[in-house]
């Protein structure tokens, strides 16, 4: 361990290390599922307690780079609460402070411009049940109109409002968002979120008409859910992407 994150680490609950090794994996996932536009998207948990303080990405660091260490921690004034050469993201602070203002049941807030996501996010119908990873997302997806980069702080009410109590949010002509009570719940519910924009961008590409799911088998989707997943997919799948970040991209947990 190098001697930053050794400093860091001695300034910091065992509780919140652990939450900036998580963090710091699933900004390496998302560049090595290639779901990073450069610098510019960004992922935050929050450090449990009543200050609402949350870690967020160093601006300026590619996802591939981001450390434990290297995470800026920041109060709901966006004000760093550690030392960072970095700043942070002002539109990035603007929708994960919302967020982790009115969910408390949110530890994390990922974020992203993938092509498949924003081009679904640009089509009128919005996410279609063709796929049955389509069908899972679609259980927990509410929508959000664009208003420019999001840097207005006007926009939070409604940010709220159409988030509600999903797990997820298409921002239209923007993006994907997911939410969760662990970085694992919210990497898997974009990693479905994703994958089910990808196949629908897909299917579109061949020019045929659609196959969507009969609305009685969506209807049993949250029952299948329960008896795939057991309540908790997001346990289930992290420690392999860890087993697969060490292998293909170490030096996270520093």
Known sequence: MNATATSVRAQVSAEEWQLRVDLAACYRLIALYGWDDLVFTHVSVRIRGPEHHFLINPYGMM???????????????????????????????????????AREDVVCVLHTHTTAGVGVSAQQGGLLPISQQATVAMQSLGYHDYE??????EERPRLVRDLGTNNALILRNHGLLTVGA?????????YMLENACRAQIAAQSGGASLQVVDPRVLAGVP?????????????????ALLRKLQRNSPGYDA
Request: glycine share 6%; net charge negative; proline share 8%.
């Open 223 to 239: 029952e299948n859910v329960r008896i795939v997943f057991k309540d908790g997919a997001g346990q289930l799948v992290w420690p």
């Open 182 to 190: 662990s970085v694992a719940d919210a990497f898997l519910a974009m």
């Open 148 to 153: 420019g980069i999001a840097v207005n702080d």
């Open 63 to 101: 996802f591939e780079e981001i450390t434990a260490s290297s995470l800026v921690k920041v109060d709901m004034e966006c004000k760093p609460l550690l030392p960072s050469p970095y700043p942070v993201n002002p539109a990035g602070f603007v929708i994960h402070s919302t967020v982790h203002a």
